[in-house]
């Protein structure tokens, strides 16, 4: 490579000034702006432009909004315009921009011109890769806290079950022992009415258990879930789920089976409370390499466009994040008088479907 | 027992005399079960009911109307449904829901010192049922219900 003659690269240099999308802007030794490129031009306000331009006022503290340092995300402590000794070749600046948002850029600032004093500001938008960023930590965040949360349903499930069921049942046990003792007729009649509180007692236990997460699911899988927790919707709200579960009891990994149980539940949730009927059906199958939830009711429906969240529309939500998390789509469908249809669709790997055969 | 005395008493026909007498749309009668049973409280009498829902629902102490009865041992009132439950937490008031009951009140049935079974009575308009008609109600029906007293929890 030959060194370019002056003429070119002025010419050069000039070109990547104009159409650079990197903006750039010269400043003074004061601070003052002397002049901008056009990539600059349509990051800042049109009307701090023109203070600049006249020379109203100069300063490109009136576009500038701070830098993060260690101590803060937006700090103007050791401005980089007139802390010389700092090293600012790589920092992050917040800019007010044209469209009146606050804009977080990647910046470097150094001097080019020793003698004078002339230095250069040269900045590149972060938005979209500060998004990408947020959803990745979001993502990873959303994992983790529902990883958490299940773990911790199944500690105290485990416990409940394990523990405080198995107490409760041997003292049970024993009343029923002292019932065939010699006792009065007065105190016979009391154990009867203790046992009946605690033998009701017992089950609320074991119903508390289950709906914090079925150890079925773990030590079974999902089919085996899905018929007692269809059970206990029907025991509960009367609801019946006809269910047709195409899977030869197979098993998937944890997570995805949890996501499945989590999602058929919310949906059945929310069939039960808006749906107007008792009647909801539950597919369960395993179809071209995906595994295919379909809960449908044939109630009242709803109107996607105007209220598509009746309720909080968290359940919609969750429903949604969680087929993301294991890679998979959620799909609602409803019209009014139409009836809804939920239907959760996720790719099994290669592995996972082995495992089925 | 409790059981013993079902069979002496013809409930059916007293919900049925409840709700002529009384002009309901809907009246049922909630009993704890034997042990074969495992105790639960269940819908066993109904009267003007539009389907077979209740059948299906085992009640569970302080869920629902007839577990909040159960529970506490005092009378309920839901003057107007629409009003006083959200419609977001009605699913947890099964019998509402399948019957359509707007209007609703809740007596518990005593046998000693036991809640054992829960009388429900409603009606399918609004505000139909008021604390002064659920009170003249309750004085029409007396202390007793076949083998129940009726009576507040801390009457003794």
Known sequence: MNALSGERLGELMNKLYRNSMEAMIFIDQEGKVIDMNPAAEQIIDPRVIEQIRTGADPSFCQTCEGYTDEQELISCARCYLDYPQGEFSSFQVFLKTRDGGVVP?????????????????????????????????????????????????????????????????????????????????????????????????????????????????????????????????????????????????????????????????????????????????????????????????????????????????LGLYGMRERAELVGGQFMLRSALGEGTTVQLSIPLSRAEQQEVG | MTMTNLHSFHYQQEIDGIRSRFQFDFVSLALVQPAEDRFVLTWQYVSGNRNDRYKRIVLHSGKGVAGIVFKTGKAMLIQNVSADIEAKDLFNYPIIVSEQLRSLGALPLWEGSRVIGVLLVGFRKENELDEASFARFQNSLGASLGAFQIREVSQP
Request: charge should be negative.
């Open chain 1, 105 to 313: 850029f990647a910046a470097s600032y150094h001097t080019i011109d020793e003698a004078r004093g002339g230095r250069v500001l040269m900045l590149l938008d972060l938005t979209k890769q500060q998004k990408t960023q947020e959803m990745l930590q979001r993502n990873h965040m959303l994992k983790y806290v529902i990883k958490a949360q299940e773990d911790e349903r199944k500690r105290i499930s485990r416990e409940l079950h394990d523990s405080v069921a198995q107490e409760l049942l041997s003292s049970l046990v024993d009343l029923r022992v002292i019932k065939y003792m010699d006792v009065g007729e007065d105190v016979l009649k009391k154990l009867q009415h203790t046992e009946q509180s605690l033998t009701r007692l017992l089950d609320d236990i074991r119903h508390l258990s289950v709906e914090l997460r079925p150890s079925s699911l773990d030590d079974l899988g999902l089919e085996a879930a899905f018929r007692s927790h269809f059970k206990w919707l029907e025991k509960n709200y009367g609801l019946l789920v006809k269910f047709s579960a195409e899977l030869a009891a197979a098993r998937y990994g944890s997570e995805l089976e949890t996501v499945v149980y989590r999602v058929c539940q919310e949906a059945l949730l929310n069939a039960l409370k808006y749906s107007g009927v008792d009647e909801v059906y539950v597919r369960l199958c395993e179809e071209n390499g995906h595994l295919l939830l379909t809960v449908r009711n044939e109630g009242v429906g709803f109107d996607m466009v105007i209220d598509e969240a009746k309720g909080t529309g």
